[in-house]
């Protein structure tokens, strides 16, 4: 934890202060209002949840996050961070929010425990494809990629099939090509909208249950 606060501190730049101090078990602990930044399972002394949304970071988080074995959530939204390492052995990892960054690339590889992805508002260039495959379908229910630059096209209908997956937004990138099947029932959000996307448009986003949104593409929209 010391490694990411300097990690992510090296202009100064936080808008809050955390004092370090190592007691004479070697005990980490953290000062100045912890508690609305950090959560803590006491029974085994790790640390299960980081909340550092609008505080000044920036630059690229440390590997050494892959040593909070049992983290759950990560929430860095509203800072600038550009990078992250990979999460693939945060095992216990939940929730995954680094939205509003300045993200450009990533490794995107996830680990399968995680259900909600939001890294919105970045400036991610990446194949849409390549990043999917980072991901597991099975516990994830909610995706958000919007604003950002994805592109190519989506040639796997897993995800958009998927039993759990609930709110997913594709919204102002660059994909392309036919929409792959969508499950059918209600969606909390379906938002394909400002793409690429061409052929015909699929019926799922006209259910009275689908909270959808698939303006500005190329859909061949006779309905």
């Known amino acids: 934890l010391q490694k990411f606060y300097e990690a992510l501190n090296s202009d100064q730049s936080w808008s809050i ?3 370090f101090t190592v007691d004479e078990d070697k005990q980490f602990s ?19 949840k980081i909340n550092l949304t609008n505080v000044g970071l920036a630059g690229a988080v440390p590997d050494g996050i892959n040593a909070l074995s049992s983290l759950q959530q990560l929430i860095l939204s509203k800072n600038k961070i550009t990078s992250l390492p ?3 052995s945060n095992n216990q990892l939940t929730t995954l929010d680094v939205s509003y960054n300045s993200l450009t690339d990533y490794d995107f590889t996830f680990p399968s425990s995680l259900t909600d992805i939001k890294l919105n508002n970045n400036s991610i260039e990446k194949d849409i494809n390549t990043f999917l495959a980072g991901i597991t379908i099975a516990a994830l229910t909610t995706l958000d990629v919007s604003d950002n630059k994805f592109s190519g096209s ?4 897993t995800l958009l099939n998927s039993a759990t997956l609930t709110y997913v937004n594709f ?12 499950r059918s029932g209600a969606w909390d959000k379906l938002d394909v909208s400002y793409n690429q996307f061409s052929g015909d448009f699929p019926t799922a986003l006209t259910s009275s249950d689908t909270n959808s949104n698939a303006k500005c593409n190329l859909f061949n929209c006779n309905r």
Not at 30 to 48: C, I, P, R
Not at 154 to 157: A, I
Not at 171 to 182: E, R
């Open 30 to 48: 953290f000062y100045q209002s912890q508690s609305d930044y950090l959560e803590w399972d006491l029974t085994s002394k790790t640390l299960t």
């Open 171 to 182: 919204g102002y990138n660059k994909i392309s090509g036919n929409l792959p099947s969508i």
């Open 154 to 157: 989506l040639t796997s209908s």
């Open 17 to 19: 202060t955390w004092e």
């Open 86 to 88: 990979t999460l693939a």
